[in-house]
């Protein structure tokens, strides 16, 4: 199907869906991960992105916005390069997570939800992400950072801006 | 990365692989990886439900329901084809045991699907993990690729005439989606909305096909009670509780972590022994036992035993195995927002009563912390609570309304603590507790 589509995807990422469509009995089942995996590679579901993973799965552009806007993974605008994600529930907030948030806010100068002005970090609070024997816990895109303090989640954002 | 820990006090039977390079196969085969299958293949459908009533496993998801009960429910003869889902979707709050079975030992879930197909007669098996799973994703489609390459999965499977594959699943951040139907839902490419039952998914689940979905932890126990047997699996837990399972302690207590406990091991042993007690000389307020849909023990109330039928009888729910520990820093009104918040967070929206009870729940929660309830707002609260359970489709209203209703019985003295104006009494305490931490 990939060969009709004029594709904003990299070769990789669209060999990667004509993959998975043929794993499901259902081709729509593969319409949240394609999701995931565009949003991965061009940062953001863009209208282009929507449009694409619809014609792709064979459902309409309003079936793909749905599933969208229900999963708080997906965003339909641009994050910054590192997503700093920290999670304030229950066992992190025992923990100091809101304490660690309000950390990232000063030291990105950024509030919750929002892109520092190089495009290098956003930042989210989350729900539960399921390192609450770590706590308190970030994912920076999908990578976990654990057990952390003021001190080491400043080596963690200095070691992400370092890596640019 | 998911860190280990070890008690003494640990039977470690799930766990026995975990930290020995067992994600990769040959490793796991040495271990005594997929023998427990081959096992299978030859007892057929009958005899593995046999093994597993035997075991009295119960659901480590929360509900605890008997899964070898749960299987025996599937029809022999289905026009549709059967499917078998692995609920990798942990997201209760104060749980995070799937997480390490994931890292550490994959084939074992792979196994434990397995088998769950040989006793229903199906021949696909799905791995749903949640969607900040990403780097457990990876690890459970290269243990999946590495199982084909074998002959584990594919045509034939073991040298035998049974099909079997298995396709590893990506969610993308919703609690709801751990409700086995709104599960469904969501691999299905679709909004994570409950579905009205009967039917239920052993009938007509995925695809419309008869289906087994049990939480992740459940089949990754499979295995190892065919490796040990049924019966001396059951020996290990308590009656009508057998086996261990993965407590995850966390929040104040001095060790946090995720052991492997026989079931009914006692709680107050838990905090205190496997923990390592309260942090700094602090002391017990209070226990969340199974995950934050559970309500709150007191610490006059936590010298049980931990299964289902004790915590139950205590008037809580043994849950998703979360044990989450606060001192006496914390604010149990913040701590009751903070709850709230979350499920009003992650309510779908279709039932009123969940929909509407959460957001104002939260929204009452929030006014009577920040100092301007009155009263009646605490009678609110609980009647609010009371007027959602068992008026959903799924339990996510339950869940949310349930330990609102414990906090507000049994701390509502705080409540009044807030009323009138008055700032949170217990946020100097808290911000002195964190300190020295």
């Known amino acids: 199907m990939s060969t009709q589509i004029n594709t904003i995807f990299s070769p990789a990422l669209a060999a990667r869906f004509d993959r998975l469509v043929t794993l499901y009995p259902l081709r729509r089942s593969a319409l949240i991960p394609m999701l995931l995996y565009a949003q991965d590679e061009v940062g953001y579901l863009s209208d282009q992105v929507v449009s694409e993973v619809a014609a792709r799965i064979g459902v309409t552009e309003l079936d793909v916005r749905d599933v969208i806007t229900y999963y708080s993974l997906m965003r339909t605008v641009p994050a910054g390069k590192y997503h700093v994600q920290v999670c304030t529930n229950i066992s992190c907030m025992l923990r100091g997570g809101n304490e660690l948030l309000a950390h990232c806010k000063k030291r990105l100068g950024i509030g919750n939800k929002e892109t520092t002005p190089d495009k290098l970090f956003s930042l989210e609070e989350v729900e539960c992400i399921g390192a609450c024997s770590w706590a308190p816990a970030v994912q920076v895109n999908y990578d976990f950072h654990e057990n952390l303090t003021a001190e080491s989640m400043d080596q963690i954002l200095d070691d992400y801006r370092s890596r640019t | ?437």
């Open chain 2, 1 to 437: 990365m998911a860190y280990l820990v070890s008690h003494p006090d640990e039977v470690k039977v799930i766990s026995f692989r975990f930290g020995k390079g067992a994600s990769d196969i040959d490793k796991y085969l040495e271990l005594d990886g997929y023998t427990a299958v081959r096992k299978a293949i030859t007892l057929g459908p009958e005899g593995i439900i046999a093994e597993m009533k035997a075991s009295n496993l119960r659901g480590r998801g929360g509900a605890g329901f008997p899964t070898g009960m749960k299987w025996s429910f599937v029809p022999k003869q289905s026009a549709k084809p059967k499917y078998v889902l692995v609920n990798g979707d942990e997201s209760e709050p104060g749980t995070c045991k799937d997480r390490l079975i994931f890292e550490y030992d994959p084939h074992s879930v792979i196994e434990g699907v397995i088998i769950a197909g040989l006793a229903i007669g199906s021949k696909m098996g799905f791995i749903y993990l949640r969607g900040e799973y990403r780097y457990l994703l990876k690890i459970m489609e290269k243990a999946i690729d590495d199982a084909y390459a074998k002959g584990f999965l594919g045509k034939g499977i073991f040298g035998s005439n049974v099909d079997f594959d298995v396709v590893s699943h990506t969610g993308a951040g919703a609690y709801e989606v751990g409700e086995e139907s709104a599960l469904m839902e969501s691999l299905e490419g679709k909004r994570g909305i409950p579905r009205i039952r009967p039917p239920f998914p052993a009938v007509v689940g995925l695809y419309g096909g008869p289906t087994v979905i049990n939480n992740a932890e459940t089949l990754a126990t499979v295995p190892h009670i065919f490796r040990i047997g049924g019966a001396e699996y059951a020996k290990i837990g308590t009656e009508r509780n057998g086996g261990t399972r993965l407590f995850c302690l966390s929040g104040d207590v001095a060790k946090p972590g995720v052991y492997e406990l026989p079931m009914g091991y006692n709680l107050k042993k838990m905090i205190y022994e496997v923990g390592g007690g309260i942090n700094d000389g602090r002391s017990l307020k209070a226990v969340v036992p199974g995950g934050s849909s559970t309500p709150v023990l007191l610490p006059n109330e936590i010298d049980i035993g931990m299964d289902f039928d004790q915590v139950g009888k205590a008037g809580s729910m043994l849950g998703s195995g979360g044990v989450v520990v606060l001192d006496d820093s914390v604010c149990m009104v913040e701590f009751a927002l903070r709850t709230m918040k979350f499920y009003q967070h992650e309510s779908c929206g279709w039932c009123i009563p969940c929909r509407e009870g959460t957001d104002w729940l939260k929204k009452t929660l929030t006014r009577v912390h920040a100092g301007g309830g009155v009263a009646k707002d605490i009678d609110n609260i609980r009647y609010l609570a009371q007027n959602m359970l068992g008026r959903t489709f799924c339990p996510l209203g339950d869940a949310a309304a349930m330990p609102t209703i414990a906090f507000v019985d049994k701390f509502r003295k705080e409540f009044e603590d807030h009323l009138d104006g008055k700032p949170c009494p217990y946020a100097h305490q808290r911000e002195a507790a964190l300190a020295s931490v």
